[in-house]
């Protein structure tokens, strides 16, 4: 019985993480330049001390647990805006921002000019450029697919883009900030620059809502079986083992 209620909590427990996952990617469809994060799942066989390593015995002892999250890295959906400073990317390149915490990668190019006259994200981050922060021009600006900032035919800057080999981790950040591991960047030479543009999240809220349901039932089903693995075990306790000797 241990076996079977243990395999319903760590259940229980999968699910439950499984589920801020999706709340999480439901909540930011909306949001500019978002990468949904799918569940990974994985299994861990219990030590079972001083047990025969049979079939049954790695079979009870065999639980699933939330092993994290992967990145979608699809395109989003390309909306115009028909704002200058609205940028989004073609391919798999990342924006790199500096922050307070060091260097990040996004794909929220809902840019704008700052007091001091730099690029900055809508969190008043410098968007950095293949010199350093990028000081902008006054007047209407130009930006080219190669990411090229100019102004009346001066060169204010290049927009630096980046990315990374495949299966390179990226971890949320916040404000739709990623970060990778050290020294993984690499400049992106699939990717350019739409001028106007804004990417779309590319979570589906439709296979969102699917998975957000069969999560839910699935947590209900183990809530349930715990529930009786309780109660079984209160019997045990008050009506079988007083009988014992």
Known sequence: MDSGYYAACTALVSRTQALDTIANNLANASTVGYRAQHN???SVLAAASGAPDSDLNQAINNYGILSGTT???????LQKTGNDLDLAIQGSGYFVVQTADGSMYTRNGSFQV???GQLVTAAGDP????KGVIAMPPGSVSISPDGTISSNGAVAGKLKLVSFPAGTTLTSAGESYYSAPPKTETAATDSSVKQGMLESSNVNPVTSMVELITAQRSAEMMQRELSMY????????????????
Do not use: H, I, W
């Open 40 to 42: 990974q799942f994985s």
């Open 71 to 77: 990145l979608d890295q699809s395109q989003g959906a």
């Open 114 to 116: 700052s007091a001091k």
């Open 127 to 130: 968007v950095m450029g293949d």
């Open 230 to 245: 309780s109660s079984e075990m209160d019997k045990t306790a008050t009506q079988d083992l007083p009988k014992v000797g």
